[in-house]
């Protein structure tokens, strides 16, 4: 059975592209990725975006042999969390817990 990640579209996460060693060199000098509409929080890219901003090929390139996909999803949703516990929204910290109620996140 093949899960869907749930991605709010918040942008948090291509905000960080220039702490990521594979995407540092697609960063502004601000460390947001530059493939990154900054008024629609979109990637301009997205249909040929890095294999590392495409959570369902990376695991399918890297983590199936590893781990489950409902636990690779659980560990995404993680860092989606740090990231919006640190500079996202009351609604986007609302969405976040439900979807950690949704994948039985503790």
Do not use: W
Not at 23 to 29: I, R, S, V, Y
Not at 86 to 91: A, D, I, L, R, V
Request: glycine share 4%.
């Amino acid at each position: 059975m093949e899960l869907k990640f749930p991605c709010l579209a918040c942008g948090l996460c291509c905000r960080r592209a220039g702490t990521v060693p594979y995407l540092a060199d697609q960063a502004a000098e601000d460390g947001v990725c530059s493939h990154l509409d900054r008024q629609t929080q979109r990637c301009t890219i997205y249909t040929r975006r890095p294999l590392i901003c495409n959570v369902a090929a990376m695991y399918d390139a890297c983590f199936k042999e590893h781990i489950s996909e409902r636990e690779y999803i659980r560990e995404n949703l993680r860092i989606c969390r740090d990231l919006i516990a640190q500079s996202g929204t009351p609604e986007q910290l609302r969405q976040i817990v439900d979807l950690f109620k949704k994948y039985e996140i503790t």
